[in-house]
């Protein structure tokens, strides 16, 4: 909540038209005979015309996720894989075990990766101004 919160703070500091979904908010990526339904521990959804009664139709421009310690390679795999191919601009892997978080973001046609840790201050890509210092975060 901490973290959905921050974000919502910044777009409204900003006035901006991003919108942040926490978990349960379900995202539908499904494209032709291939249903790929998912619901992010956090969406932040820019464009409104995504939005129905359903949740979200279409991919978020940011999604972040907190790594489950059960099946882990269900967000470093699976979802990473799904995100970037229904282009998804910014995808964060938070892990509160080994306080890692891992910042894939859409550069071109491709993700690019950057690792940080809680000490770390993480920009946020989709953005020009913003940056989250996870120390400040009560977690």
């Not at 046609?109 to 020009?128: E, H, L, M």
């Amino acid at each position: 909540m901490e973290l959905s919160a921050t974000i919502r703070d910044y777009i409204r500091s900003k006035k901006g038209i991003c919108r942040v979904y926490p978990a349960p908010f379900a995202v539908n990526l499904s494209s032709g005979n291939e249903k790929n339904i998912v619901e992010p521990d956090i969406s932040v959804v820019c464009d409104s015309n995504k939005l129905n009664d359903q949740g979200c139709s279409g991919a978020p421009d940011w999604v972040i996720e907190i790594v489950c310690p059960g099946n882990p390679s269900h967000d470093f795999i699976y979802k990473l894989n799904l995100y970037s191919k229904s282009g998804v601009r910014e995808y964060w892997i938070v892990n509160p075990r080994n306080q890692t978080v891992l910042v894939y973001y859409l550069e071109q046609k491709d993700f690019c990766v950057k690792t940080y840790t809680f000490q770390d201050r993480i920009k946020a890509n989709i953005y020009n101004d913003f940056w989250i210092d996870f120390q400040d975060l009560d977690l």
